[in-house]
Nanobody
Framework: QVQLVESGGGLVQAGGSLRLSCAAS????????MGWFRQAPGKEREFVAA????????YYADSVKGRFTISRDNAEKTVYLQMNSLKPEDTAVYYC????????????????WGQGTQVTVSS
């Protein structure tokens, strides 16, 4: 079992930055791929970024590539999402997820989810 708790969300102006954190409990963190997803009002939850168990492979949605960076610290059982050059369309609830599937961009490959943290970008 893995429990995930996100933090770091908030209100920021367009062009600004935020760093999200996701703290995990449980012994299986280092064996799980980690992902960030987001859900805007009235929209489906969408993939943002993912990182492999070792941290050596990273995946990004086209909409955030070059602006967001995912990283992890297995010793601290924490995954991060550094978000730069934020845009109003990045406004959403951001969710951290852990999974062992082979498709890091697919929601269905993640078994554990956090409660989400709100990110609001004003224009």
């Amino acid at each position: 079992q893995v429990q995930l708790v996100e933090s770091g969300g908030g209100l920021v102006q367009a062009g600004g930055s935020l760093r999200l954190s996701c703290a995990a409990s449980g012994r299986t963190f280092s064996s799980a791929a980690m992902g960030w997803f987001r859900q805007a009002p009235g929209k489906e939850r969408e993939f943002v970024a993912a990182i492999s168990r070792s941290g050596s492979v990273r995946y990004y949605a086209d909409s955030v590539k070059g602006r967001f960076t995912i990283s992890r610290d297995n010793a601290e059982k924490t995954v991060y999402l550094q978000m730069n050059s934020l845009k109003p369309e990045d406004t959403a609830v951001y969710y951290c997820a852990a999974g062992v599937g082979a498709r890091p961009r697919e929601r269905s490959d993640y078994n554990f989810w956090g409660q989400g943290t709100q990110v609001t970008v004003s224009s």
